[in-house]
């Protein structure tokens, strides 16, 4: 089945650059269909969308964040990819990765990585 | 953009039936059939629970339905059971220049 594996350090420091990073397994990212999406939750608070790339490389980011934000991909080790610079503890967060359907579960987050806590603190 | 608009909070005791709204726009809840709801349990990764208003993945209990009119998509639990206490998030398509979550609704099961 397909599962997501976020991976990354769990503790940054204020004005870092994040760098998370998305393995996908039973899928290919290159196949088409979905958009590989980055998404965040602040401690005990709701759902932030961050961003996606889908297959043809093009990527859609959440305005709020658009200015430190880069999502890549590696279509030859099956994996995309987060940059999210000068980190404030504001970006404090669990962040998942996540796969959105385009044509199939269209429109919806079908299958979630397990997330992983990032914490930004000098 | 403001988050989809969801109550903070629904509670219901076992065997009951509750409902949790998501208020949108027309740019999204009422622009598209492109709403999907999500189960949070603590500690947990999201789970999809309705896609495109009122399908269900196939591992998902029929006791959880969707719907929508007008630009509010509803999200129905029939028969609570006590593992359903969780959070519950709705996602819609939208026009705009983002993606859109509600705020969640925090169920509890008395």
């Known amino acids: 089945q397909v599962q997501l594996q976020e991976s990354g350090p769990g503790l940054v420091k204020p004005s870092q650059t994040l760098s998370l990073t998305c393995i996908v397994s039973?899928?290919?990212?290159?196949?088409?269909?979905?958009?590989w999406t980055w998404i965040r939750q602040h401690p005990g608070k709701g759902l932030e969308w961050i961003g996606y790339?889908?297959?043809?490389?093009?990527?859609f980011y959440n305005p709020s964040l658009k200015s430190r934000l880069t999502i890549s991909a590696d279509m030859s080790k099956n994996h995309f990819s987060l940059k999210l610079s000068s980190l404030t503890a504001a970006d404090t967060a669990v962040y998942y990765c996540?796969?959105?359907?385009?044509?199939?579960?269209?429109?919806?987050?079908?299958?979630w990585g397990q997330g992983t806590m990032v914490t930004v603190s000098s | 953009q403001s988050a989809l608009t969801q109550p903070a909070s629904v509670s219901g005791s076992p065997g009951q039936s509750i409902t949790i709204s998501c208020t949108g726009t027309?740019?999204?809840?009422?622009?598209?059939?492109?709403v999907s709801w999500y189960q949070q349990h603590p500690g947990k990764a999201p789970k999809l629970i309705i896609y495109?208003?009122?399908n269900r993945p196939s591992r998902i209990s029929t006791r959880f339905s969707g719907s929508k009119s007008g630009n509010t998509a509803s999200l129905t639990i029939s028969g609570l059971q006590a593992e359903d206490e969780a959070d519950y998030y709705c996602y819609s398509y939208t026009s705009s220049t983002t993606r859109i979550f509600g705020g969640g609704t925090k169920l509890t099961v008395l």
């Open positions: 996540a796969r959105e359907g385009d044509t199939a579960v269209q429109g919806a987050f079908d299958i």
């Open positions: 027309s740019s999204d809840v009422g622009g598209y059939n492109l």
């Open positions: 495109e208003v009122s």
């Open positions: 790339i889908y297959y043809s490389g093009s990527t």
């Open positions: 039973g899928a290919s990212i290159s196949g088409g269909g979905y958009y």
